[in-house]
């Protein structure tokens, strides 16, 4: 059996994750099945399922990549730059509430959910902290609340992208910096 470089495993696992988070972006997860998989990547049930021991694993594979993608352009760019993305993509915009809803009613996958996105959360938190230390924003609230808060936001933000209506991105931002703003 001929060996393959890392460099291929790499690009073939991509190709399974980009394919997977548009047929779950479109179907939800329990919409999904391996056939559809099958058709979007172009492999077999036998070459997806080489890299992920399910479908579970493959969709929280790809939550767990976007989470990560969008945590690290809040950490590098800062908040606006994480709004203005949600309507760029789409797909994640599906995976984003896909994963919510069975957050919601699966223990088991919170649980690992947690674990699976403890690395960046907590830069976040971190760089929170900070911006309040520094008086960047304001700190009569705990850094917990000014999280919650920017989570809800962003999570109607990508609730109102993901039904088609429009955004005021740049109000929406104002509003989010005014209410961050020290007293």
């Known amino acids: 059996m001929p060996k393959v470089s890392e460099a291929h495993r790499s690009e073939r696992r991509e190709q399974i994750l980009d394919g997977a988070r548009r047929v779950f972006s479109q179907h939800g997860y329990f919409g999904t099945n391996v056939a559809m998989l099958e058709a979007e990547i ?3 049930r036998g070459a997806i399922f080489n890299y992920f021991a399910g479908k579970l694993d ?3 594979a790809i939550a767990r990549e ?3 993608r969008f945590g690290q352009v809040w950490l590098d760019d800062g908040y606006d730059a994480l709004v203005r993305l949600i309507g760029e993509d789409p797909e994640w915009i599906g995976v984003y509430l896909e994963i919510g809803r069975l957050l919601r009613t699966d223990p088991v996958l919170r649980e690992r959910w947690s674990d699976l996105t403890e690395d960046i959360q907590e830069r976040i938190v971190q760089r929170y902290v900070e911006l309040q230390r520094t008086g960047e924003i304001r700190d009569d609230l705990s850094f917990e609340t000014v999280l ?5 936001v962003l999570d109607g ?3 109102q992208q993901g039904a088609g209506f429009p955004i005021d991105v740049e109000g929406t931002l104002e ?3 005014s209410a961050l703003s020290p007293k």
């Open 42 to 44: 172009g492999l077999s």
């Open 58 to 60: 493959l969709f929280t």
């Open 66 to 68: 976007d989470k990560n």
């Open 148 to 152: 919650r808060f920017l989570g809800v």
């Open 157 to 159: 933000l990508v609730v």
């Open 175 to 177: 509003l989010v910096r």
